[in-house]
């Protein structure tokens, strides 16, 4: 399991993925899946491997089965830990991810009072595409980076990361940006999102999404910000769609 996760991260990084995604998707792909079973069951049926061998590759997909989870939450502390301990790290991102950063020719105007969106998905594209329409200047932030230079080839300016990490926000300008809406659904470094832009812009608004009444309670309590939710938004409109279709005219001599 070492071995894979060592092959499968440098696959991902030779293909210029942050260190983040190459440690994440090598963490998914290095447990021991279906094929492996089909495998054994082969070589045993042909002879070459012994019947006891299929016990050892049952045992071993069970014990990287249970490992597995763990392995997927370290992915992230650590990347941050050779983010800052290894300046060959640091190095390597700056060099080898180009989109981690706005072309230099990004016009001035676009990033002053802009609106930083975090996240690319279903949500971000609608708050993006009716801002643009209103002529409000963004700038996405999102971990995909085909996302990234599709948006930069539509002339939409767009930075690939993790916008949790403060190394991701500054080059989204986020110092001079009026507005942060978080539109992804992962709420898992949020508060640290949120700080630190407001730590680089005191006076910047914050917009995030939640999933639920519970969840979005929880997030103004610990002010966060202005939280929307799907339930929410979607009792509004149903309700406004309700009155402007049972509206009763008005009574004469009133």
């Known amino acids: 399991m070492p071995h894979d996760i060592t092959l499968i991260s440098t696959v991902a ?5 942050p260190r983040r995604t190459a440690l994440t998707v090598s963490g998914s792909l290095a447990q021991i899946g279906e094929f492996s079973f089909i495998l054994a069951g082969l070589g045993a049926a042909l002879g070459l491997m012994p019947p006891e061998g299929m016990n050892l590759v049952v045992a071993g997909a069970l014990i990287s089965i249970a490992i597995n989870p763990f392995v997927m939450a370290s992915a992230k502390p650590l990347a941050r830990a050779l983010t800052a301990r290894s300046a060959w790290a640091r190095a390597l991102d700056a060099r ?3 989109s981690a950063a706005l072309p230099p020719d990004t016009g001035r105007d676009v990033l002053t009072g802009h609106v930083v969106i975090v996240g690319y998905g279903r949500v971000g594209r609608q ?15 999102d971990l995909n980076r085909e996302r990234i230079e599709s948006l930069r080839e539509a002339g939409i300016a767009a930075v690939s990361g993790d916008a949790s990490e403060p190394e991701v926000l500054v080059p989204a300008h986020v110092v001079t940006a009026s507005m942060l809406v978080v539109a992804i659904p992962d709420t898992v470094g949020l508060e640290r999102m949120v700080a630190t832009a407001r730590t680089l812009n005191p006076g910047i608004g914050v917009v995030v999404r939640s ?7 929880l997030m103004r309590d610990a002010g966060i910000g202005t939280v929307f939710s799907g339930e929410e938004a979607l009792a509004r409109s149903m309700v406004g769609h309700v009155k402007a279709r049972c509206a009763r005219p008005a009574q004469a001599g009133h």
């Open 13 to 17: 990084v030779g293909f210029r993925h």
């Open 96 to 98: 080898r991810d180009p």
């Open 127 to 141: 708050i993006t595409a009716a801002l643009r329409e209103d002529g409000l200047p963004v700038v996405v932030v």
């Open 211 to 217: 999933h639920g009444e519970s969840e979005s309670r």
